[in-house]
């Protein structure tokens, strides 16, 4: 079975704050692929990165980072000096190599950051 | 360079009526994909389509619900006798071939309301 977990359903932040939003999935696959989504009020769904099952190495863009951990089929996402503009609701999904072609997404994390 | 291109943006029908969302994927994409997302809810996968195929429809509805992707003009999907529980945001995806390491990018999706 497939599923992503995203237990926190809202935040809210001070701007300048920090916050992680957190993401586990359930996978019988070795290969697959996990996807951080941003959707802001206006309603369409921004990709923010992909990372393939066979890379840990965590990443930073700019205020953005990922920590992906396969031992705890974690995929968490940071967001270092919030601003008001972060404001979204911010999906967290995984795609397995051999089940099917459909991406899974969490229920979402709705993050409201206050200024 | 358009995107994932979704109309209508807004689709009002009265119980019964049938609703046709249309999908125009990016410039060079064969892969499409439909997602309902309900109210406070996170995406929900229906429907995989490549051109003039359907690959994957576990997601969708068996009754009133369907899905095309001709060889030529957008994708539809339709909704037949829609009911209030129809109610919900439909977003489509599209990628270039709908393996491992693509992305989807998203339209902006058509907010379907049933009175």
């Known amino acids: 079975a497939q599923k992503v977990t995203q237990a926190q359903t809202e935040i809210s932040v001070v701007e300048k704050e920090d916050v992680t939003l957190d993401c586990v999935y359930e996978?019988?696959?070795?290969?697959?692929?996990l996807f951080w989504y941003k959707q802001p009020p206006s309603g369409e769904l921004v990709f923010l990165i992909r990372?393939?099952?066979?890379?840990?190495q965590n990443e930073i863009s700019g205020r953005y980072s990922w920590n992906f951990q396969k031992s705890t089929s974690s995929f968490n996402f940071t967001i270092t000096a919030s601003q008001v503009v972060d404001s979204a609701v911010y999906f967290c999904a995984l795609k397995q190599e051999n089940y099917g072609q459909n991406f899974v997404f969490g229920p979402g994390t709705r993050l409201s950051v206050l200024p | 360079n358009a995107g994932v291109m979704q109309n209508p943006r807004h689709l009002v029908r009265r119980r019964g009526q049938e609703a046709r969302l249309r999908c125009s994927p990016m410039k060079g994409h064969s892969h499409v994909y439909w997602y309902r997302q309900l109210p406070e809810e996170g995406l929900k996968f229906m429907v995989y389509l490549q051109k003039e195929n359907i690959i994957d429809e576990s997601g969708m509805p068996k009754e009133r619900f369907s899905a095309e992707f001709p060889k030529e003009g957008p994708s539809i999907l339709r909704i037949q006798q829609v009911v209030r529980g129809d109610s919900a945001a439909y977003f489509c995806a599209s990628s270039s071939t709908g393996q491992g390491l693509e992305k989807l990018f998203f339209g902006s999706g058509t907010q379907l309301s049933v009175l």
């Open positions: 990372r393939n099952s066979f890379d840990e």
């Open positions: 996978t019988r696959d070795t290969t697959y692929y």
